[in-house]
């Protein structure tokens, strides 16, 4: 009676764990970051081509980053090393006031991209992280190279790198131009951003 115990016990234990762990303690391998950018891309050309007025695709954008990406890693790395010192609360006002606001500004942009569409091209294991190359063509544009680099551990995209230039170090400049405005008062630079 006691093995059965012990034994429906472990099965238990063992259920609950697998209930219990993330994600990303799971294996994550290149066909899944692929498809990962592949339901990104999808999303968004479906919110582009929507016909919605920009105000709504800028609220479904944000819900497509929040889907994708690791945006309170994003965040805390563009914020750098005042991060650190953050409240638990400055950090989440200012993750949730930086996506809005890479919605908003990138958002403007993805109208360029009706009648396009963005291919994976392949995907390279990279420590812990996959570059998923990718190439975009638009109408009346030459084609350009898209990384989207995905972080095995999250299994959410952590950068966007167009044509080699990394968006996330582009934003880590420009938010801290932003902070020292701000007097280096992160609740402000989070209201600024909203």
Not at 45 to 54: L, V
Not at 164 to 169: A, H, R, T, W
Not at 174 to 186: C, P, Q, V, W, Y
Request: positive net charge; contains cysteine.
């Amino acid at each position: 009676m006691s093995d059965f115990a012990f034994t429906r016990r472990t099965v238990l234990g063992a259920l609950g764990a697998a209930l219990i762990l993330p994600q990303s303690a799971l294996a994550f391998s290149s066909a899944q970051a692929e498809s990962l950018i592949d339901k990104a891309v999808a999303d968004i050309n479906a919110i582009i081509n929507s016909g919605k007025s920009e105000a709504a695709m800028y609220v479904d954008f944000e819900k497509v980053l929040v889907r994708y990406a690791d945006m309170p890693n994003i965040a805390r790395s563009v914020l750098g090393p005042p991060a650190r010192s953050a409240s638990a609360a400055q950090l989440r006002s200012f993750t949730k006031a930086f996506q809005a606001y890479v919605a908003r500004k990138y958002g403007s942009r993805f109208r360029e991209f009706i009648g396009g569409r963005v291919e994976v091209n392949s995907t390279q294991k990279i420590n812990s992280i996959y570059d998923v190359r990718c190439t975009a063509v638009l109408k009346g544009e030459p084609p350009f190279a898209i990384s989207f680099i995905v972080h095995d551990k999250a299994g959410k995209f952590i950068d966007l790198q167009i044509e080699g230039i990394s968006l996330l170090k582009s934003e880590r400049s420009e938010i801290g131009a932003m902070l020292d405005k701000a007097g280096g008062n992160i609740d402000k630079l989070a209201a600024a951003l909203s």
